[in-house]
């Protein structure tokens, strides 16, 4: 080929990878081209997803990029496996978040509250906020390349979820499982609703343990026959006293048990209380004595259960002090507190304060301090149907991956509590209960039936007027019927219009460990009750995504990274491939923006090696070697590279579908990485360049034939991860009315192709041209100066190849003399003197410096560098032995300078090693 001809025909690709235009390009094609569509495959088996919903009020964030790259990564690679797949997305109405942003954009515009423009109105205003802003997260996850069937699309509040959530609110009721009672529940005073523990940040604050003196109602003696007239208390809520209704020592306390059955006074109220045994209390914490304020403590309320104590609420809902106490009416809890201690203090009750630093639960939406709270509240028993999930594990019908999770999943399930699903909101599924407004008649029931209808129909027993509970469900109630209600579930029409008996149970569901408790169990319970089935069959658990230094990402910290800016600096495919290359079992996955343009780097190699073929490809007809590879003379129409790259694809291949296939996403990523990167471009296209570039017309077809086929398989077998630039790519390399890559077949291992020595012989002679280039380097050997190597090898094989291929060591190496004896021959007298060495898996290898260069040069500047890495070893080693940087410096400070003091005491050993030698 002439020059001007390459020039013309590189030319048609660009020199530099544009992932913005590339982007633009493909996702359209794949979505109006229907390409996302479950379509049969050759396994003639089905392979579906359900997406965890992001929030409808939602920014993606990190941890969406995460989910949503690793399910594209399963519906790619089983697309292309032959399963017919389904993705189905959607967005949920996020009870909370959206009704806080809709009540602050009113505020904000018409400077009125929910309460003033009326429930109708602000549900009509929350429907529009939420059609205007639905498309926003829609687009921000296409920006990911997600492959989802968007025509499935649902929202947790349309009309089908909806149907679903009625249908098991109703059945669960007529069976007495959902029932309505007082119970302790998180309360946000700002939200003024029950919220759920996932809703419930746990924050390290600044508080104080007061210590309070209790007064016994008549004094008594202890064993000593000490006077005792009064208990100590320590508290962090001196304010909750006003609530408490005992005082609680541990029975098996010598110092209290003889008080137990006591009276003691409450301070302040002077409210008479007993003092109760219970084991609950911890001896060698605090004082040995505990107040019991059940209406405010979730221990408490449990304690004042097996007691039968009264509950003393002593807020509002807004968070102040209510008439229990008139002194403090109206008073915030922290106002309250400090009237309090100023009170007891006068009373001469208050003893003292210690500083203390302990975990406050604050809402996740309002950042307040939430309250737990005795509130009427509707709640689910669910006590079989978490058995029935543990059972369903147990028996594999389900399986956590990795295995371990399921711990977690268990430790919730096997001492369940009752699930508070009410919550104090207009934004959600309304709870499908009615009461009848009659006096005389006050009938009490669940309908399927929405309002508009109960209404016409008036009250099943009176006729009367009716109004509907005013309180909406749980976020999750409907969360929890998600893997039914995205397929139609309970609407016979919309099942079989989605294929529900075709789809379900779904496969695979991926989330985080985060809401194992909140999500995954309550669709395990919900799915098995409901159906008999389990809602997936595999459940894999990815990792958090925290910050370089495995930080949560937090506003506070400033330290969030946003998936968007990722892409618009580096790229979709390059920000993929670091999610992918960094998750499989691990619990957490620490991002640093440096990995993606790394992995940036790898998406320009890919395409700088196609752009090197491509004007090869374009100029022969390059032959089938799948049509070779079932003649019997394949050995022979393959040269000793050509078996070596091959075989090491059939490795890859291997190793991609078995992870992929255990959700070693990571396994997967580095694998082929380090094929493209270490032996693809480093290696196989250094080694055809002579040939390319050869007269020998036949050795180039055949060297572009395996090229070609060597390089449509890395696309197949990269696309799950990066769909973008192999889709481009494969554009260039797919044959006439050939189809997109995303339904090409992923690759699998053939055996015809592994020559398993072939591809061990080659590793081993990288390793050692790239053991002598690394010596050379050492000491500055300039490139194209040639040397001698010694080699002492302890396979004599290793050893007969080594010495067939002399003539690519010379060329690759840069060696002049190769004197290669076996290990067991090595003696003072064939080892050359003042030479530097280094082992490999296999052999060691000797560089004789003698004429070389200036050793006595050489050795004064590795004498030099000595004395400086020395003192830069010294100041370090100072520092960490300095109590003062090694307690306070923040800890990830601390472990860096560990990490370069380690750096250097190697580099230490190092060179003293080299200075000895020479």
């Known amino acids: 080929m002439n020059t001007q001809t390459q020039t013309q025909i590189q030319s048609e690709l660009p020199k530099t990878y544009n992932p913005k235009d590339v982007e633009s390009k493909w996702y359209p094609k794949w979505k109006n081209g229907k390409y996302f569509k479950a379509k049969k495959g050759k396994l003639n088996k089905t392979f579906s997803i359900i997406m965890p919903p992001p929030n409808v009020t939602g920014k993606l964030h990190m941890g969406h990029a995460l989910d949503n790259t690793l399910q594209d990564v399963l519906i790619r690679y089983k697309r292309m496996k032959g399963f017919e797949t389904l993705w189905i997305p959607g967005v949920d109405h996020a009870g909370i978040a959206t009704q806080a942003v809709v009540e602050k954009k009113i505020w904000d515009e018409q400077k009125k509250s929910k309460h003033q423009i009326g429930r109708k109105e602000f549900l009509k205003t929350i429907w529009e906020w939420k059609d205007a802003h639905q498309g926003l997260i829609i687009e921000q996850l296409e920006k990911l390349g997600i492959s989802a069937d968007w025509d499935y699309f649902v929202f947790t509040m349309d009309p089908i979820p909806n149907e679903a959530v009625r249908k098991v609110f109703v059945k669960w009721y007529q069976e007495g499982l959902i029932f309505q009672t007082d119970y302790i529940i998180n309360w946000d005073p700002t939200i003024q609703s029950a919220i759920s523990d996932a809703e419930v940040e746990h924050k390290e604050v600044k508080g104080a343990f007061h210590y309070i003196k209790y007064l016994l109602k008549d004094a008594t003696s202890a064993a000593a026959d000490v006077a005792v007239d009064h208990l100590i208390i320590a508290t962090t809520r001196p304010e909750t006293l006003l609530g408490d209704t005992a005082v609680a020592v541990n029975p098996d306390d010598e110092r209290f048990k003889h008080l137990i059955g006591k009276k003691i006074i409450i301070p302040i109220v002077n ?107 509707w709640f689910v028993n669910v006590k079989k149907m978490a058995q029935e999930s543990i059972n369903a594990v147990n028996e594999n019908e389900m399986r956590f991956f990795p295995k ?181 079992y691990n619990r957490y996955l620490n991002l640093d923006p440096a990995q993606t343009e790394g992995y940036r780097n790898f998406i320009n190699k890919l395409w700088n090696a196609f752009r090197f073929i491509h004007p090869f490809l374009k100029e022969e007809r390059a032959l089938d070697l799948e049509l070779h590879s079932n003649n019997h003379d394949l050995n022979n129409f393959l040269t000793h590279h050509d078996r070596w790259i091959l075989s090491a694809l059939n490795s890859v291949a291997d190793i991609c579908n078995k992870a992929i296939d255990e959700y070693r996403f990571d396994d997967a990523s580095l694998a082929i990485y380090s094929f493209v990167y270490d032996k ?39 696309h799950p991860m990066v769909p973008f630039i192999t889709e481009e790519l494969w554009e260039n390399l797919k044959e006439e009315g050939e189809d997109l890559l995303i339904v090409q077949e992923y690759p699998e291992s053939n055996k015809k192709l592994d020559f398993i020595s072939d591809q061990n012989n080659m590793n081993k002679f990288i390793e050692i041209i790239c053991s002598i280039r690394n010596l050379r380097q050492s000491v500055n050997v300039k490139p194209k100066d040639e040397v001698d190597i010694h080699i002492f090898i ?61 050793i006595e040069e050489y050795v004064g500047r590795l004498k030099k560098d000595l004395q400086k890495t020395e003192v830069e070893f010294g100041k370090l080693k100072m520092k960490l032995e300095n109590k003062n940087f090694s307690e306070n410096a923040p800890s990830e400070v601390v472990a860096e300078v560990k990490d370069k003091a380690q750096e250097l005491e190697k580099k230490l050993n190092s060179l003293r090693s080299m200075i000895a030698n020479l």
């Open 404 to 584: 371990n999770w399921e711990n977690t999943f268990f430790s919730w399930l096997r001492e369940p509590k009752d699930w508070c699903i009410s919550r104090q909101l207009w934004w959600g599924h309304q709870i499908p209960v009615f009461y009848c407004e009659n006096e005389n008649c006050n009938h009490i029931w669940a309908s399927v039936d929405d309002l508009e209808k109960v209404q016409s129909d008036g009250c099943p027993k009176c006729k009367g007027k009716i109004h509907q509970d005013p309180d909406v469900l749980d976020t999750w109630f409907s969360s929890g019927l998600w893997a039914l209600s995205t397929l139609g579930w309970p609407n016979e029409k919309a099942m079989k219009e989605k294929s529900f008996d075709k789809f379900f149970p779904t496969s695979t569901l991926v989330t985080g460990f985060d809401i194992i408790f909140f999500w995954v169990a309550r669709m395990m319970m919900m799915t098995l009750n409901n159906t008999g089935q389990v809602p997936f069959r595999h459940t894999y658990i990815h990792a958090i995504v925290n910050d370089k230094h495995g930080r949560k990402m937090s506003k506070s910290l400033g330290n969030g990274i946003d998936p968007l800016e990722l892409i618009e600096q580096y790229g979709t495919d390059a920000m993929r491939f670091t999610i992918t290359a960094g998750s499989g």
């Open 271 to 377: 409210r008479e209380v007993p003092i109760i045994g219970d084991n609950h209390v911890d001896i060698t914490l605090g004082t040995g004595c505990l107040k019991v304020t059940p209406g405010h403590d979730f221990n408490d309320f449990e304690i004042g259960k097996r007691h039968n104590l009264p509950i003393v609420n002593i807020l509002n809902k807004d968070g102040t002090i209510n008439d229990v106490a008139l002194d403090y009416q109206g008073l915030n809890v922290i106002a309250a507190r400090a009237k309090i201690i100023k009170e007891l203090e006068e009373q001469g009750l208050y003893i003292k304060k210690e500083d203390c630093i302990h975990q406050v639960g604050h809402g996740q939406r309002s950042s307040s301090i939430v309250e737990p709270m005795v509130s009427k509240q």
């Open 680 to 718: 693809f471009c480093s290696w196989y296209i250094e080694l055809s360049k002579p040939i390319l570039y050869g007269a020998d017309v036949e050795e180039k077809r055949k060297r572009i034939s395996i090229l070609k086929y060597i390089f449509r398989k890395i696309l197949a077998l990269l």
């Open 794 to 854: 302890d396979n004599p094989e290793l050893k007969n190849y080594l010495l067939q291929n002399a003539s690519s060591l010379s060329d690759l190496a840069k060696v002049k003399a190769l004197n290669c004896n076996l290990l067991s021959q090595k003696s003072t007298q064939n080892t050359p003197a003042k030479s530097i060495s280094l082992a490999t898996s296999d052999c060691e290898i000797y560089l004789p410096l003698s004429g070389l260069i200036d």
